[in-house]
């Protein structure tokens, strides 16, 4: 038995016995003399059962989601509902089978099964109420021992109050808060457990310069979710920090009971972006919780963070597919990992080959797979044709038929927005690998609890490995230029967290629906979804606002230089064919695309090609192939003279 477990043990025994001690004792407060010595004649008979009728009450009440450190509300509530539900069974049970036909008198009575509901409800709620208060008192007097960091923090009250239970529980450590800041003016004059609001945030400075002489030196900024949003302008606030020689942090994660708060350094790349989409956490939970999850690339920026987001939705178990040692070592060690309930393992392996790929599956029987391996770098494959063709197109059909085949509930493919329309060989290995996704889902189609495949697309990735933005921070770092390829490029961007919690969404809806036919619900069975990235950003425009938040002026202090754009870009991306109809799934972040297929026969014949293509070192042919397979994607070599013809694709009827 592990400690959580023990801990939980502990305190079901708990109430078991303060449910004994509250009958116990309501009989002793209630009667006295022949009335008590009768009635405790009985109580040997009547307590057992009633204290195990109570632990399953005191289960279906939830009593033990949560732990007494975080006992609040919603907790109080559940044991004010499992005593009143214990109360009202005692009511039946003495004027209905326990009647005075049967004893000649109650054996409670209504007065003393009041008692009891109030005895009981004090003796469950004291104790946790009790426990959390000298938690409480524990970390304040931490607080003001340890050397903490004197720290202002800024935002709305209502989220610096949740900061505040999250440094008073000791989730959130080293911060000493001093005061508030607030961009609202109507947030003045109030206070949030005992921290007063001191200003806007227009009055940093002053603030700043007050504490300096009392003594009092601030050494730290925190940011709240509030703080960042367009009406608080954030521009502005990283400036002043940085003027004022500050670091500013963000909080990037507070769970449910302050859980799992984390803190950052604040990045330019955080104030880049639109509003994150609200998550449904509750959805994504019931979808993960107690399953098996394999991720492949685990190692990388989208496969890591889906890692983290399975273990934080509370997966019983989680395989690291990866074929480099250093990046499976990177994740395995990710301190989120490490401290979850969930078991963790990795193996190297490489999905270019087959039979480890399948190995690996039969063995470990994930119930979920999200098949993050690929390369993705648009002018390193249009180099590099035939490693991308091994890794993108043969890669993805041996995870995803190994996943089949080890009887996988949901298969998510990671594709990109490059794969619409695509004009480099990463757009169209990507909507190959999509497409064998989808001839593989219709395959399955209408078979009650069949394997659903999806792929899920979007575009570019705050931070993730050769993003625009690190690149653009390194050479503002050096002093420029900062390089452009075109100025008119536009992309899309959004983070990782939101990018990996909308991959698990889209996942959760793909799941709803395995068990619909197309004639019965054709509608509802998408095999592509894709995210909604917002506004795209211009790439320039992101240059000039970068070189700003850092402190510069462009074309003053920093250049910004256009350099040209590479082989296989293109200026815009698009998430939607202009032949492939889309609907909405009634999820916020999420769309879907009917899918547009060639059946598994036809996608068959198109890989033997490709096997040929590579093995032949025939760019040309595998061009071709992908020209008939993927109409819109337009071939740069000499056309080869096919064996066979191969089929169009064509799209489902729904």
């Known amino acids: 038995m592990n400690r959580q477990d023990f801990k939980k043990t502990l305190i079901i025994v708990h109430d078991l016995v303060m449910t004994g001690v509250a009958v116990v004792a309501t009989f002793f407060v209630r009667f006295e003399g022949t009335f008590l010595s009768e009635r405790l004649v009985h109580l040997p008979l009547f307590l057992p059962p009633f204290i195990a009728f109570a632990g399953v009450v005191y289960w279906f009440s939830q009593l033990y989601r949560s732990k007494w450190r975080f006992a609040s509300l919603p907790d109080l509530f559940n044991i004010f509902r499992a005593s009143g539900i214990l109360a009202m069974t005692l009511l039946v049970v003495d004027y209905i089978l326990v009647s005075p036909q049967l004893l000649g008198t109650f054996f409670f009575g209504k007065i003393s099964i009041a008692l009891y509901w109030l005895i009981q409800m004090f003796l469950l709620g004291g104790p946790r109420l009790a426990f959390r208060y000298l938690k409480y008192a524990r970390s304040r007097n931490h607080l003001q021992r340890d050397a903490s960091t004197p720290t202002l923090l800024l935002g709305r009250i209502s989220d610096v109050e949740v900061i505040l ?96 708060a984390e803190l950052a350094p604040l990045e330019i790349e955080d104030l880049l972006l639109r509003p994150t989409v609200q998550i449904d956490r509750q959805r994504l939970e019931t979808f993960i919780r107690g399953k098996r999850v394999l991720v492949t690339g685990g190692g990388g920026s989208i496969g890591s963070e889906i890692c983290t987001r399975a273990v934080a939705f509370g997966a019983s178990d989680l395989l690291i597919l990866e074929s480099s040692e250093p990046s499976l070592h990177h994740i395995l060690e990710n301190p989120t990992l490490l401290s979850s309930d969930t078991r963790v393992d990795g193996v190297i392996a490489d999905v270019r080959d087959r039979e480890r790929v399948r190995e690996v599956m039969s063995e470990f029987r994930p119930e979920v797979v999200f098949h993050a391996a690929a390369l993705k770098h648009v002018p390193y494959l249009e180099k590099n044709w035939t490693e991308g063709i091994k890794t993108n197109v043969f890669g993805s059909v041996n995870v995803a038929d190994a996943a089949v085949e080890a009887g996988a509930d949901t298969i998510v493919m990671i594709s990109t927005d490059k794969a ?235």
């Open 165 to 260: 239970r999250a440094i008073e529980a000791g989730t959130v450590k080293k911060i000493q808060p001093r005061g508030i800041l607030s961009y609202r003016s109507d947030d003045l004059g109030q206070s949030m457990r005992g921290i007063p609001v001191l200003g806007t945030f227009d009055d940093m400075d002053q603030v700043v310069q007050d504490f300096q002489e009392r003594g009092i030196p601030i050494r730290r900024l925190l940011a709240t979710p509030s703080a960042l949003t367009p009406e608080a302008n954030p521009d502005m606030l990283l400036a002043r920090a940085r003027r004022l020689g500050l670091p500013l942090v963000r909080v990037t994660s507070l769970g449910e009971g302050m859980r799992n």
């Open 420 to 654: 619409i329309d695509p004009v480099s060989m990463l757009g169209a290995t990507k909507r190959f690998a999509e497409m064998y996704g989808q001839a593989l889902d219709a395959e399955f189609m209408g078979r009650n609890g069949a394997t659903r495949t999806i792929a899920v697309r979007f575009g570019n990735v705050l931070g993730s490995v050769g993003s625009v933005v690190p690149k653009f921070k390194a050479q503002i770092a050096r002093g420029g230029p900062v390089t452009v390829t075109h100025p008119d490029m536009v992309r899309y961007f959004m983070t990782t967290r939101e990018a990996a919690d909308l991959v698990l969404t889209s996942a959760s809806h793909a799941e709803e629906s395995r068990s619909l036919t197309e004639r019965s619900n054709g509608d509802e069975r998408a095999s592509v979804y894709v995210l909604k990235m917002g506004q795209p950003v211009r790439i320039y425009e992101l240059a000039e606002r970068m070189i700003r938040l850092a402190g510069y002026e462009p074309g003053e202090d920093i250049e910004i230089a256009v350099t040209g754009a590479r082989a296989g870009e293109r200026l815009h991306e698009i998430l939607f064919a202009r032949e492939e109809p889309r609907t909405e799934i009634g999820i916020d972040g999420v769309m879907a695309a009917k899918p547009i297929f060639a059946d598994r026969q036809r996608v068959e014949a198109w890989l033997t090609m490709l096997a040929r293509a590579i093995a032949d070192g025939d760019r040309a042919l595998a061009e071709r192939v992908f020209e008939e397979a993927i109409p819109e994607f337009k071939r740069r070599t000499p056309a080869p003279q096919l064996a066979a013809p191969v089929p169009q694709a064509r799209r489902a009827s729904n």
